[in-house]
Structures are given as C-alpha cells and as structure tokens.
C-alpha cells in the first residue's frame, strides 16, 4: 500500500506561480510512474501531467503544456508540479496518483488515464483569481 499526500495548494491571482509537492510512502517510489490530475466543481476528473519512473518522460495535457512541469525526486519520494502562468481555469482540487505498474510499461509510455492509476492522495486545491 502507498500513501500519497499533496501540498503547496493555495490562493494565487491569475499569472502567478505554485509548486505542488507529493510524498509517498514506501520503499517502492522509484518503479511507480506518477501522474498530477485535476478536477474542478461540477467537471470530471482530468489528466494534468505525468513522469515514468526514472523521470525520462513526461506528458502533458495541452491545457498545461509550456507553463506546467512536473518533475520527481526518487531520493525523496517525491514529486512536484510546477504551476506557472496561472489562469482562472485552472481553479480545481489537484491530486497526485501513483501507477504502480508504472516501471514495466514500455519505451517512453506514460500514463494519462484515470484508471491506469493505483494510488491517489486526498487532493490540494488550488484557486486562482482574476
């Protein structure tokens, strides 16, 4: 079992920045793929970004991509999403997600479905005002 808690959430105006952080439990870190999604009120949940297990790939959504970067600290246990250029849309709970199969997918693989998906943290919100 692996647990995940998210941080660094908060209130920012629009344009402004925040890093989320992501902690996991365990001595398995390093073999899971680990994916950021977001989920606003009254909309699905959807896929932000995500990084295999080495850290040599990653995947965006175009709604993110060129002012969001996730990155992984295996030493750590941890993995960050860079939030830059914020905008109103992006106004959502964001949850960290740990692909436990994540060390066996092949070539440069990442995962962008929800149900790909083992593990998931309570969430952070992040709001971001006009």
């Known amino acids: 079992q692996v647990q995940l808690v998210e941080s660094g959430g908060g209130l920012v105006q629009a344009g402004g920045s925040l890093r989320l952080s992501c902690t996991a439990s365990?001595?398995?870190?390093?073999?899971?793929?680990m994916g950021w999604f977001r989920q606003a009120p009254g909309k699905e949940r959807e896929f932000v970004a995500a990084?295999?297990?080495?850290?040599?790939?990653?995947g965006y959504a175009d709604s993110v991509k060129g002012r969001f970067t996730i990155s992984r600290d295996n030493a750590k246990n941890t993995v960050f999403l860079q939030m830059n250029s914020l905008k109103p849309e992006d106004t959502a709970v964001y949850y960290c997600?740990?692909?436990?199969?994540?060390?066996?997918?092949?070539?440069?693989?990442?995962?962008?479905?929800?149900?790909?998906?083992?593990?998931w943290g309570q969430g952070t919100q992040v709001t971001v005002s006009s």
């Open positions: 365990g001595r398995t870190f390093s073999n899971y793929a």
């Open positions: 997600a740990a692909d436990a199969r994540g060390r066996m997918r092949s070539g440069s693989y990442v995962a962008t479905g929800i149900r790909e998906y083992d593990y």
């Open positions: 990084i295999r297990w080495s850290g040599g790939s990653t």
